[in-house]
């Protein structure tokens, strides 16, 4: 399974973006699917989650950003508006995984797409 990140970018303080991921690969299904991010010299940390029964966010973007899926596409979204400098960060997304064949658990990262926010 591969999850391919889209969307990343420079935006003013106050600007909005979209960050898309795509997640492809052979016979698996997708359990939950999420966004994460790591600002320099700083931990990765959550930002949002999605499975199929709720949503969850960190209390630093709660009523800025919105996550959202298409299953049908099996992929996820993060529409950050209201963004702060502070925001700024890798965004990397995550993606739990069952292997139709194995019915092993894997849990899948993206690459990384940077989203910077000038002040």
């Known amino acids: 399974v591969q999850l391919v990140e889209s969307g990343g970018g420079l935006v003013q303080a106050g600007g909005s973006l979209r960050l898309s991921c795509a997640a492809s690969g052979r016979r698996f299904s997708i359990t939950a699917m999420g966004w994460y991010r790591q600002a320099p010299g700083k931990q990765r940390e959550l930002v949002a989650t999605s499975d199929d029964y709720s949503t969850d966010y960190a209390d630093s973007v709660k009523g800025r950003f919105s996550i959202s899926r298409d299953n049908a596409k099996k992929t996820v979204y993060l529409q950050m508006n209201s963004l702060k400098p502070e925001d700024t960060a890798v965004y990397y997304c995550?993606?739990?995984?069952?292997?139709?064949?194995?019915?092993?658990?894997?849990?899948?990262w993206g690459q990384g797409t940077l989203v910077t926010v000038s002040s």
């Open positions: 995550n993606a739990g995984t069952i292997d139709h064949m194995t019915s092993k658990y894997l849990e899948v």
